[in-house]
């Protein structure tokens, strides 16, 4: 059974902390995405990364930055949280391929306060 | 303009019901069309994905692809209390990592 794990579901910090969301599959995949899904707006692409130690900007970097140290691990960071970074935050990998499937992973609420 | 747009809903059938869902699209590169669907609390799972004008069929689900319209159909027969979720449509180029997605439909089937 393929799987994408978040370490946490739910998580609640303080502004201006820096926070770290992490992601790991066990499929040996090449892609990996972090995702925001917000009402209204769908799931936007923050970043994802096609190898180990690269990284490519989605629709929305601003204030985030990511990792890739080891294939099987990509992580996201929010620098300095603020309020407006409130969200449900879903981290995604896919095989190399013209079409292959994305499976995601149970997504992290977090909350800034 | 967004490259992929879906009504958001939300909608509400009774048991039994068909349900249509539908996206448009802008980008005319996109070559592969997938829906997802997604249950409250839980990450998005592929439902269906097709690369090719016209229709296919898996059990009570039917995706529809018109690409000289840019639109995308999802059809659900016979709908279930357990169809009730937030389908999303999602759409990507012959060659690129990216998926881009719809915002998603809520849907919801009363028994």
């Known amino acids: 059974d393929v799987k994408v794990t978040q370490s946490s579901r739910y998580l609640v910090k303080r502004t201006g902390e820096k926070v770290f969301l992490e992601c790991v599959q066990d499929?040996?995949?090449?892609?990996m995405f972090w995702y925001r899904q917000d009402p209204g707006l769908g799931l936007r692409l923050i970043y994802f990364?096609?190898?180990?130690?690269?990284?490519e900007k989605g629709d929305i970097p601003e204030g985030y930055s990511v990792s890739r140290e080891k294939k099987e691990r990509f992580s996201l960071i929010l620098e300095s949280a603020s309020t407006n970074q409130t969200s449900m935050y879903l981290c995604?990998?896919?095989?190399?391929?013209?079409?292959?499937?994305?499976?995601f992973g149970q997504g992290t609420r977090l909350t800034v306060v | 303009q967004k490259e992929v747009e879906q009504d958001p809903g939300p909608l509400s059938v009774p048991e039994g019901a068909i349900v249509s869902l539908n996206c448009t699209y802008s980008?005319?590169?996109?070559?592969?069309f997938m829906w997802y669907r997604q249950y409250s609390r839980k990450g998005p799972e592929l439902l269906m994905y097709?690369?090719?004008?016209g229709n296919k069929e898996d059990g009570r689900f039917t995706a529809q692809v018109d690409k000289s319209s840019k639109y995308i159909s999802l059809f659900i027969r016979d709908s279930q209390p357990s169809d009730s979720a937030t389908y999303l449509c999602?759409?990507?180029?012959?060659?690129?990592?990216?998926?881009?997605f719809g915002t998603g439909t809520s849907l919801t089937v009363i028994p």
């Open positions: 995604a990998s896919r095989d190399r391929g013209q079409f292959t499937e994305a499976f």
């Open positions: 499929m040996d995949h090449e892609n």
């Open positions: 990364s096609y190898d180990v130690k690269m990284k």
């Open positions: 980008n005319s590169a996109f070559q592969y």
């Open positions: 097709t690369y090719s004008s």
């Open positions: 999602a759409m990507n180029m012959y060659t690129g990592n990216q998926f881009y």
